[in-house]
C-alpha cells in the first residue's frame, strides 16, 4: 500500500514570493492534516479536513496560508506571501477516519525563504 | 492546550545499550502516538497505544492513560536508530489534532 506522497521534497523562495505545496493520502484516508514543523521543534497542526471539508483550522495564519482539498482526496496548502519565519518543513498526514485514529506521516517538503 | 513534555531533551548510548524515553501529558488523551523521525525528516510510525503495553522488536511501549505518561524502551540500541522521538496525542475531547512533544534527540554510537 503507497504511502502519503508530497511534493516538492525542496523547495527555496525569496520573501513576498508565493509558494503551493501538494499531498496526496493514503488510498481511502478520510481524514489529512497539515503540519509545520520549524527546526529543532514537533510538529504543529496548521489544518485538518475530514474529506472535502475543514474540521480546525484554528493554527492556520489565514492572512497568508491557504489550503484546500476540493474533491476529497488530495490537497494543496498555499503560502502567498512568504515571510523569513515561514522556513520550515510542512508535513501531510492522514488516518482512515476523523476520530483518535492512527495518523500517517508523508516525506514532508522542506522550505526555505530567503 | 495540552501540554507534552518529553524527557530526556538529549540522550546519547553506546551501541548495545538500553534507554527509555519518557512522555508526560498535562491532560488526558485517547490517542499516543510515538514516532522516530529519521535523519532525512521522515516520521516513522513505531506504536499507536491510547494504553497498555505494545513490543515490536527491541521497542516497546507501555502507556499509563490514568497517569497521563507513556514510555518507550529501546533494547540493545543500534546506530540506525539515531534520530529523534516524538510522542504524540490528542486532548480527550478534541477529535485527532495531535499536539507533539519536544522530541528526545538520541545519538547512538558505535
Not at chain 1, 503507497?2 to 481511502?28: D, H, L, M, T
Not at chain 1, 475543514?54 to 489550503?67: C, E, G, H, I, W
Request: neutral net charge; hydrophobic residues 35%.
Amino acid at each position: 500500500e503507497a504511502g502519503v506522497a508530497q511534493s516538492p521534497r525542496y523547495k527555496i523562495i525569496e520573501k513576498r514570493q508565493s509558494v503551493a505545496f501538494w499531498c496526496n493520502p493514503i488510498s481511502g484516508h478520510a481524514t489529512l492534516y497539515w503540519y509545520q514543523q520549524i527546526l529543532g521543534q514537533g510538529p504543529k497542526l496548521l489544518i485538518q479536513f475530514q474529506n472535502n471539508g475543514v474540521v480546525d483550522d484554528s493554527q492556520l495564519p489565514k492572512d497568508r496560508f491557504s489550503a484546500e482539498r476540493l474533491k476529497g482526496v488530495d490537497s494543496t496548502l498555499k503560502i502567498q506571501p512568504a515571510k523569513l519565519e515561514d522556513s520550515a518543513v510542512y508535513l501531510c498526514a492522514s488516518s482512515l477516519v476523523l476520530s483518535y485514529n492512527e495518523q500517517f506521516f508523508g516525506p514532508g517538503t522542506r522550505l526555505t525563504v530567503l | 492546550g495540552i501540554q507534552v513534555e518529553q524527557s530526556p531533551p538529549d540522550l546519547i548510548l553506546q551501541e548495545g545499550a538500553n534507554s527509555t524515553l519518557r512522555c508526560n501529558f498535562s491532560d488526558s488523551v485517547n490517542n499516543l502516538q510515538w514516532f522516530h523521525q529519521n535523519p532525512w525528516g521522515q516520521l516513522i510510525n513505531l506504536f499507536y497505544i491510547p494504553s497498555g503495553t505494545k513490543q515490536n522488536g527491541r521497542l516497546s511501549a507501555t502507556t499509563v492513560a490514568t497517569e497521563r505518561y507513556s514510555l518507550l524502551y529501546i533494547s540493545s540500541s543500534q546506530t540506525t536508530d539515531s534520530g529523534v522521538y516524538f510522542c504524540a496525542g490528542p486532548p480527550g475531547n478534541a477529535g485527532n489534532m495531535l499536539t507533539f512533544g519536544g522530541g528526545t534527540r538520541l545519538m547512538v554510537k558505535p
